[in-house]
């Protein structure tokens, strides 16, 4: 079950990474503030995403 639980997380990190390239680079052609906001909010939750996968021994209790 273990196992199944990180390649879901690793999907997530995957379309949040992607996610917020898309985002970014909407940004850099039309300068909406949407897309910056959702550019950095999907960065994050990228970068928590990896850090929660990096230790999820931890998260677990095992």
């Known amino acids: ?6 390649f879901l997380i690793g999907t ?3 379309f949040c990474a992607g996610f917020s390239l898309w ?3 909407a ?6 503030t ?3 906001i ?3 909010s999907f960065a ?3 970068l928590a995403l990896s850090y929660y996968l990096k230790n ?3 998260f677990l209790g095992r």
Not at 1 to 6: D, P, T, Y
Not at 27 to 32: I, T
Request: net charge positive.
């Open 44 to 46: 994050i939750a990228t």
């Open 27 to 32: 940004y850099r052609a039309d300068g909406g």
């Open 12 to 14: 997530a990190i995957l």
């Open 1 to 6: 079950m273990i196992g199944f639980h990180r």
């Open 23 to 25: 985002a970014f680079l």
């Open 34 to 36: 949407v897309a910056l």
């Open 38 to 40: 959702l550019g950095i």
């Open 56 to 58: 999820l021994k931890r």
